[in-house]
């Protein structure tokens, strides 16, 4: 372990596959927002040491999970690093974060973290393309919600984003997965609630602002709000890949899902470059 600039610290390689493949590191970044450490998984095309710089994908776990969800649980994941010559980069969002600042829990400041500290720490410890042509961020259910979130918020920062099975509206489910503890009761704190949710910052778009690419299983409890998003791009006239097929809210759909997002991603960054 070594002390970094930025008062950041890395401990690399705790585990990697090397070869013809790509090299997972896991790696441990700090956060001065939340005063604490916090692990990531960065992965590494098989051709990083020889490349000049290379674009970085972030990808966002779910409600309840963690940094290591996307390598155990998405089989195979880390062979996209390799087949589009790109950096993926998986944050640790806390067990039900929602990627947002708390207005009440000063240990959940995750849209600073993701969206400043960690790409920051990213930039100055790899060669990256360190502009938003060469950043893309997605992620599943509540991390779908998040990289859309931080997106719109963040168009500087971010080019691209997708989401999979993503919580869109967290409106229609007040008592669900720790959102009142993060923002408050709805009924106490709705004002918190509307101007937090995905579907109601599409004023910050403008067509072609953000490259977008939403998508949700037709059995999935989020499948509505999904639907009801897609139809509000629709009328604001907001370009968007939407995609829809059978399936529920579960790692069988995210490992094939995933493989849409990279590929829509890798299309961003060469044609942004």
């Known amino acids: 372990m070594k002390t970094l600039k930025n008062t950041f610290i ?7 596959f090397e070869g013809k493949a790509a090299l997972i590191d896991t790696v441990l970044t700090h956060s001065a927002a939340m005063q604490k450490n916090i692990k990531a998984v960065v992965i590494l095309p098989d051709n990083y040491k020889t490349a000049k710089e290379l674009p970085v994908l972030y990808l966002l776990h779910g409600y309840s999970g963690n940094y290591a969800d996307w390598v155990t649980k998405a089989k195979g994941v880390e062979k996209l690093a390799d087949q589009y010559n790109m950096i993926i980069v ?4 806390g067990f039900g974060s929602w990627y947002w600042d708390s207005p009440i829990a000063p240990d959940f400041k995750y849209e600073t973290y993701v969206s400043d500290e960690l790409v920051k720490w990213v930039d100055g410890n790899y060669k990256t393309i360190k502009d938003r042509k060469g950043r893309g961020i997605t992620g599943l259910s509540m991390g779908g919600h998040g990289a859309l979130y931080l997106a719109l918020k963040h168009q500087d920062i971010f080019g691209a984003a997708g989401s999979m099975s993503g919580g869109v509206d967290i409106r229609p489910f007040p008592n669900n997965w720790d959102m009142a503890k993060r923002l408050g009761k709805y009924a106490e704190q ?6 937090n949710t995905v579907i109601n910052l599409l004023h910050l778009l403008t067509p072609n602002s953000l490259t977008l690419i939403i998508d949700c ?12 998003l897609h139809e509000q791009l629709l009328y604001r006239n907001i370009p968007h890949d939407y995609l829809t097929r059978p399936g529920g809210h579960n790692w069988p759909y995210w490992t094939n899902a995933v493989q849409y997002q990279a590929v829509f991603m890798s299309n961003f960054f060469k044609n942004a470059r």
């Not at 998986?90 to 969002?93: A, E, L, Q, R, T």
């Not at 709705?190 to 101007?195: F, I, L, S, V």
């Not at 299983?217 to 009801?228: A, P, Q, R, S």
């Open 90 to 93: 998986c944050p640790d969002g």
């Open 10 to 16: 890395a401990l690399l390689l705790i585990f990697s």
């Open 190 to 195: 709705p004002e918190r609630w509307e101007k």
């Open 217 to 228: 299983g037709t059995e999935d409890f989020f499948y509505k709000v999904n639907e009801k």
